[in-house]
């Protein structure tokens, strides 16, 4: 026991130098638009608490020249910025990029959409802060941006992230773990959908509250789940991911919203981005059984240890996040 108490003080030491948001894939979205032979119109977002947000500015194609000074505006927690440019001649080849993304630990994603020409989504990282618009044969694949962010948001929103974790502590089993995690799939899949169409709405901030509290819930489970004893969570362990996944869905259309999405390629990137959630988990998953089955099969006697550990560090974690969630 006392091998747990340390190994989850390591962990929690390690977690809450993390922001206590889970959902911290904000990217900033930059869209250019044509609206005329020569005008062109570039709106982009970022958070106001980031160095984006705050003093960043955008890199347009070395054949536009900004008219006007820039319109700024908030929306939410994001800053809004719109300039109008005139071009001379298309943009196939010129650069597009952010100021000061080098800076940051986000990404970017770049929209552009010419009269009467396909649109393109690119993206930005903060090693390249700059990238090129392609030309025809060249076009960015939307569905290929939107699965990379689905991917990344769940390895790196970390509550999403700790659920899974704690899925793959309390339930024995891998075809048992894929089966719950597909059904936390599905709940959150109907919740992010009709959330990002517009059927369905809650408060962002009770909702994140929750979720940390759903995270408390599993690992209470796993610290009191006893051999022949089956909990709620084990019994119906189905029926809790698919109530839990409703939550967690609210909060990926959160994100979701926040990152944007392409006008006219709204089904696509939705469909998509749950496609890289989904491929997410199931790494996730994946790797969480490797490491179990390697601690059970060279040191047996460290397994129960690890997931007791584990259990702590993740509910710690979890009533931090909602402590701070609550007060914010």
């Given amino acids: 026991m006392r091998l747990a108490f340390i190994l989850s003080g390591i962990v929690v030491l390690f977690v809450t130098n993390t922001p206590a948001r889970a ?67 298309n943009l196939e080849g010129q650069n597009i990029g952010l100021k000061a993304l080098e800076l940051s630990s986000t990404d970017a994603l770049v929209r552009v959409a010419p009269l009467g020409g396909e649109t393109q989504t690119l993206r930005l990282t903060p090693d390249q802060p700059i990238a090129t618009i392609a030309g025809k044969d060249e076009i960015a694949n939307v569905a290929w941006t939107y699965t990379v962010i689905g991917v ?30 597909t059904a936390f799939t599905v709940a959150h899949s109907i919740t992010l959908i009709g959330t990002t169409l517009g059927y369905l709405s809650l408060p962002q901030q009770p909702v994140e509250a929750v979720i940390a509290l759903s995270i408390v819930f599993l690992a209470v489970e796993i610290v009191k789940a006893k051999p022949g004893e089956f909990r709620l969570s084990e019994r119906f362990p189905w029926v809790v991911a698919f109530l839990f996944g409703l939550l967690h869905g609210f909060g990926f259309a959160g994100a979701l919203a926040e990152i944007g999405l392409p006008q006219g390629d709204v089904p696509m990137a939705l469909l998509t981005f749950n496609l890289g959630v989904e491929i997410g988990q199931l790494l996730i998953v994946a790797a969480g059984l490797l490491v179990l089955w390697l601690i059970r099969k060279y040191q047996d006697s460290l397994t129960q240890p690890v997931k007791t550990a584990s259990a702590y560090g993740i509910g710690i974690i979890a009533t931090y996040w909602f402590i701070e969630r609550m007060i914010a």
């Fill in 23 to 89: 959902d911290e894939l904000r990217p900033a979205y930059v869209e250019l638009t044509q609206q005329s032979a020569k005008q062109w119109t570039l709106l982009w977002k970022a958070s106001a608490q980031s160095r984006l947000g705050a003093t960043g500015e955008a890199i347009v194609p070395e054949n536009c020249e900004v008219r006007g000074a820039p319109q700024k505006r908030f929306a939410n927690t994001n800053i809004l910025t719109t300039l109008t440019l005139s071009c001379n001649g």
């Fill in 152 to 181: 990344e948001h769940i390895v790196l929103g970390f509550d999403h992230l700790l659920f899974v974790l704690a899925l793959v502590l309390l339930l024995k089993g891998g075809w048992l773990v894929a089966k719950t995690v």
